[in-house]
Each structure stands twice: as structure tokens, then as C-alpha cells.
């Protein structure tokens, strides 16, 4: 008898590679690698320019996010090699989730919804429904993440290297 979960978990697989995604895998939470550091890197080195970065004041509030990404059990990691796939990828499966009835399903990547983020100018956001923080801002460590789930991860080095983009929904 097949699982219903799993048979659910599989339907989001191939949701994602249907839309493009270059790769997918369910994780559980005990494959997340939480790592407090990863705020340090998003202060000092990083520009800073998003409306999701951290500030200096908001140190404490990464915890907050480990703590409450904690509460999942499982979901789906995506790979795709463009921002604006992987984010049209994560919004797609988090609502999927949504309607079958996991409710808290909440998505994880980088927003590309506007030419010029209104941030840079001190605007609101253009459009709240699409923005989500991106894994690292949530206090997990990607690269040993999806090491953990056997999948490799470089550092680009230099312009015109292959960029993997990595995004993900936890469903449950």
C-alpha cells in the first residue's frame, strides 16, 4: 500500500521538475543545517541591498526564524540555475501545499519580482504575496544542507561560472 504522504511528496517532485527545476528532493528537518553565522555573513561582506537582509538590530531575530523553520518535519529542497525559475518554482509548490490542505506550507527563496527593487528607494514592497527570505536568512547553512542530501555545491568563483540557485518549501 503506497503511502499517502509519499505519494504527495512525489507529486511535488514532479511539480517542480515539470516547471523546470534542474533538481528536487524532499528533506526532513533533521537534514536542515541551522547555522546563527549565516546572519554575520549577510552584515558584513554583503551589500545589503534587499528588503529581506538582516540589520544589525534584527541579530536576535534570525534565532526566531531557526525556531520556527524547526517546527516543520519535512519539505521539498529545489535546484534550478535562474533566480526568477526558482522563485516562480517555490511560490507554485508552496501554494499546491497550501490548497492540499498543509496550510503552514511556507517557501524559501530570493525575490526577482521587480526590475528594480522599491526597497533601493525607500518604497514598499510591490507585491508582499510574492516575497519570501531566502534559506540563508533563515539561519541555515546551505551548502552543508544540501551536501547532507548528496547533492554538490560550490562557491562561484568568478562571472560565467555554472550557479546553482537553491530554494525550498517547508510543507509540514
Known amino acids: 500500500m503506497v503511502d499517502m504522504k509519499e505519494q504527495y511528496q512525489k507529486e511535488l517532485i514532479d511539480t517542480a521538475f515539470s516547471m ?5 528532493k524532499i528533506f526532513t528537518i533533521y537534514d536542515v543545517a541551522f547555522d546563527p553565522r549565516t546572519l554575520l555573513k549577510c552584515l558584513y561582506g554583503c551589500t545589503g541591498d534587499m528588503h529581506y537582509c538582516p540589520k544589525i538590530s ?3 531575530a ?36 497550501f490548497f492540499a490542505g498543509y496550510y503552514f506550507a511556507f517557501g524559501a527563496t530570493e525575490c526577482v519580482n521587480c526590475e ?16 519570501r527570505p ?3 536568512r533563515l539561519g541555515i547553512d546551505v551548502y552543508k ?6 547533492w554538490e555545491l ?5 562571472e560565467g561560472d555554472p550557479v546553482k540557485n537553491i530554494t525550498a518549501v517547508f510543507v509540514e
Open 20 to 24: 523546470g527545476a534542474k533538481d528536487a
Open 58 to 60: 534584527d541579530a536576535s
Open 62 to 97: 534570525l534565532i526566531d526564524f531557526s525556531e520556527m523553520i524547526k517546527k516543520y518535519q519535512w519539505g521539498i529542497l529545489i535546484c534550478t540555475d535562474d533566480l526568477a525559475k526558482g522563485q516562480e518554482i517555490t511560490l507554485a509548490i508552496e501554494s499546491k501545499a
Open 116 to 131: 528594480k527593487c522599491g526597497y533601493e528607494d525607500d518604497k514598499p514592497c510591490a507585491d508582499k504575496r510574492k516575497q
Open 134 to 136: 531566502p534559506l540563508y
Open 145 to 150: 544542507t544540501v551536501r547532507r542530501l548528496g
Open 154 to 158: 560550490e562557491v562561484v568563483q568568478k
